[in-house]
C-alpha cells in the first residue's frame, strides 16, 4: 500500500513540476515578439549586444529595443496575436512587465483581441490603457503627444497626477504636451482621415480590426456627433479646435507651440 501511495505521490510530483515548467516556459514565451515586416532602415537594440539590422521573422525579447530610421517602419505580431506598427524614427521596447509596452520616441499603432485583456504604453510621462483595440500614438520629448482610440476603449493617466483617467472611446483622440498636469480636451476625430497613413496603409496586411474601424467610419458619417469631428493628420485644424476649447476653459492654458508636429501617421 505504501509502495501505491508512493508512486502515486511521485506522479503527482512530476505532473506538478512538468505544469509548473510549462506555466513558467509560457510566460517567458508571451513577452516575445516576432518582426513581421521590415521597410528601409530598422534596427534591434539588445541591451547586452551591439545594435543589427532587422529581418522578417527575427526574434525579439523582452529588453530588446526596435529602432526605425527615416522614411522607415516595422511590424511585430506577439505570441497573443496584438500586432504593433512602429512608424519612422521611433523607438519601442517592452519589459517583463504583462502586456505593458514602452514608447521612447516617434509613432506606433498597436491592435489586439478582446480577449488579451488591457494592454498599457508607458511614456516617461503618462501611461495609456485600451482594451478590444486598435490605437494609436504618437510621443516627443519637445513637442505635442497624441493617443487616439480607432475602435475601443482607454484612458490615459498621468503619472504623478492625482484624479481620474482621462477616458477616450472609438473615433477619439487626445493631445497633450510632454509634461501634462491636467486631463486635456477629448476630441471627436475623422477616422477615414488616418486610413492613407503609413500607419495603417504602409503594409503588406491588413489590419485584423479593419472591417471594425469601417464600420466606425460609415456610423460617423451616418450620426456624426456634436461639433463635427476633427481631422487628426491636420495641424491648422487641431490647432484651432484645441484653441476653441481652450477658450472655454478660464484662464486659458499657456500653450507652446509649434503644435503638432504635423506627422503624418
Same mark, same amino acid.
Given at each position: 500500500m505504501? *509502495?501505491t501511495? *508512493?508512486k502515486?505521490?511521485?506522479?503527482?510530483?512530476?505532473?506538478?513540476?512538468?505544469?509548473?515548467i510549462?506555466?513558467v516556459v509560457?510566460?517567458a514565451?508571451?513577452k516575445?515578439?516576432?518582426?513581421?515586416?521590415?521597410? #528601409?532602415?530598422?534596427r534591434?537594440?539588445?541591451?547586452?549586444?551591439?545594435?543589427? @539590422?532587422?529581418a522578417?521573422?527575427?526574434?525579439?525579447?523582452?529588453?530588446?529595443?526596435?529602432?526605425?530610421?527615416?522614411?522607415?517602419?516595422?511590424?511585430?505580431?506577439?505570441?497573443? &496575436?496584438? $500586432?504593433?506598427?512602429? !512608424?519612422?524614427?521611433?523607438?519601442?521596447?517592452?519589459?517583463?512587465?504583462?502586456?505593458t509596452y514602452?514608447?521612447?520616441?516617434?509613432?506606433?499603432?498597436? *491592435?489586439? @483581441?478582446?480577449?488579451?485583456?488591457?494592454?498599457?504604453?508607458?511614456t516617461?510621462?503618462?501611461?495609456?490603457?485600451?482594451?478590444?483595440?486598435?490605437?494609436m500614438?504618437?510621443?516627443?520629448?519637445?513637442?505635442?503627444?497624441?493617443?487616439?482610440?480607432?475602435?475601443?476603449?482607454?484612458?490615459?493617466?498621468?503619472?504623478g497626477?492625482?484624479?481620474?483617467?482621462?477616458?477616450?472611446?472609438? !473615433? &477619439?483622440?487626445?493631445v497633450?504636451?510632454? #509634461?501634462?498636469?491636467?486631463?486635456?480636451?477629448?476630441?471627436?476625430i475623422?477616422?477615414?482621415?488616418?486610413?492613407?497613413?503609413? $500607419?495603417?496603409?504602409?503594409f503588406q496586411?491588413q489590419?485584423?480590426?479593419?472591417?471594425?474601424?469601417?464600420?466606425d467610419?460609415?456610423? &460617423?458619417?451616418?450620426?456624426?456627433?456634436s461639433? !463635427? $469631428?476633427?481631422? @487628426?493628420? *491636420?495641424?491648422?485644424?487641431?490647432?484651432?479646435a484645441?484653441?476653441? #476649447?481652450?477658450?472655454?476653459?478660464?484662464?486659458?492654458?499657456?500653450?507652446p507651440?509649434?503644435?503638432?508636429?504635423?506627422?503624418?501617421?
Open positions: 505504501k *509502495s501511495n *508512493s502515486l505521490l511521485a506522479g503527482m510530483s512530476l505532473i506538478a513540476a512538468a505544469a509548473g510549462a506555466t509560457f510566460a514565451e508571451r516575445q515578439a516576432r518582426v513581421t515586416e521590415v521597410v #528601409h532602415d530598422v534591434l537594440l539588445p541591451s547586452q549586444a551591439a545594435a543589427r @539590422p532587422a522578417v521573422n527575427d526574434t525579439v525579447h523582452e529588453g530588446t529595443a526596435i529602432r526605425t530610421g527615416s522614411d522607415s517602419l516595422a511590424e511585430l505580431t506577439f505570441l497573443d &496575436q496584438t $500586432l504593433t506598427r512602429l !512608424g519612422a524614427n521611433t523607438v519601442f521596447s517592452f519589459g517583463a512587465a504583462a502586456r514602452d514608447l521612447g520616441s516617434g509613432a506606433i499603432l498597436i *491592435s489586439a @483581441p478582446k480577449e488579451v485583456g488591457t494592454v498599457r504604453v508607458t516617461p510621462a503618462v501611461t495609456c490603457g485600451i482594451r478590444g483595440f486598435t490605437m500614438m504618437e510621443r516627443h520629448s519637445n513637442a505635442w503627444n497624441k493617443f487616439i482610440v480607432l475602435h475601443g476603449d482607454g484612458w490615459m493617466k498621468i503619472k497626477v492625482p484624479g481620474e483617467p482621462c477616458r477616450l472611446h472609438s !473615433g &477619439q483622440m487626445i497633450f504636451p510632454p #509634461h501634462p498636469t491636467h486631463c486635456p480636451p477629448v476630441l471627436n475623422d477616422i477615414a482621415k488616418l486610413l492613407n497613413g503609413n $500607419l495603417l496603409n504602409g496586411t489590419l485584423p480590426e479593419l472591417n471594425l474601424i469601417l464600420a467610419i460609415r456610423n &460617423q458619417e451616418t450620426a456624426p456627433p461639433g !463635427g $469631428l476633427i481631422d @487628426p493628420t *491636420s495641424q491648422d485644424t487641431i490647432d484651432q484645441m484653441s476653441s #476649447h481652450l477658450q472655454q476653459s478660464p484662464p486659458p492654458a499657456p500653450r507651440t509649434p503644435f503638432p508636429t504635423g506627422r503624418k501617421f
